[in-house]
Every structure is written in structure tokens, then in C-alpha cells.
């Protein structure tokens, strides 16, 4: 079976599952949409990170903000590609346990919030860390 680092063996490709990894770019690819684009739709994220200067030529970022989107575009480059994006968010909205999620999707992807409860809300905080 050919695989690299970015794509994911079809025999893992099933509705509603995700491996850990998978979780956690998806969260990875929220937390840095809540940071930067806030009310921006999860379907945003790959323009964000594919070097797009309308979107991202923000003057008025942060010097911490401009961090989190070159570390984003360094660890979710796989999701520069929106088909990779969207499978993986469609994937993580239809998970059947939606207790392991730190974000609510809308069906339709056009918002997203954080949980403010759920047994895995605490790895908000190691999202935090990662792009630190």
C-alpha cells in the first residue's frame, strides 16, 4: 500500500472514523481558524493556508497571530489541498461520538464553535501548546 505522511490508506477512509492523528489536524486546522478568522466558515481553512494574500495580508494581526499561521501552514500542509480538508472535516462532523470532539461543526460546515464541555475539552490546551 503506497502511503505519505499526507494522505491516508483507503482502508482507513471510512465515514464517521478518525484516527488520533486525523482528530488532531482536524482540531489543529479549528483552533487556528478560532484564532485568526473567528467567524469564518472551517471551510476557509485551506485558502488561509495556501499563501492567499486576500485573506491573509492582514495588517492588523499580531506579531502572535502571524506565528500561529506559519506554524499552521507548516504542520497542516496536507490541508492546503480543500478536497483533504473537507473529507477529513465532513468525516469529523459525522463521528459517532461526539463527546471526543473539542469543537461543534454545523451540519452545513458554515460555523463552528469550541465545547465548553466534553470529556476531551482539555486538549484545547495542548492544541494551545502545539502552535506555541
Not at 19 to 31: H, K
Amino acid at each position: 500500500m503506497n502511503t505519505t505522511p499526507f494522505t491516508t490508506p483507503a482502508i482507513n477512509r471510512r465515514p464517521g472514523k478518525l484516527s488520533a492523528r486525523q482528530l488532531l489536524d482536524v482540531e489543529l486546522g479549528l483552533f487556528l481558524l478560532s484564532q485568526l478568522q473567528p467567524a469564518a466558515s472551517p471551510d476557509t481553512l485551506p485558502i488561509l493556508l495556501s499563501q492567499c494574500t486576500s485573506l491573509t495580508d492582514q495588517s492588523d494581526w499580531t506579531p502572535r497571530q502571524r506565528k500561529l499561521l506559519n506554524r499552521g501552514r507548516q504542520l497542516l500542509t496536507q490541508f492546503q489541498h480543500r478536497p483533504a480538508w473537507y473529507e477529513l472535516l465532513d468525516r469529523y462532523v459525522s463521528v459517532s461520538n461526539p463527546l471526543r470532539q473539542a469543537y461543534d461543526v454545523s451540519a452545513d460546515r458554515s460555523r463552528f464553535t469550541e465545547k465548553s464541555v466534553g470529556f476531551f475539552r482539555n486538549r484545547l490546551r495542548t492544541l494551545q501548546q502545539v502552535m506555541a
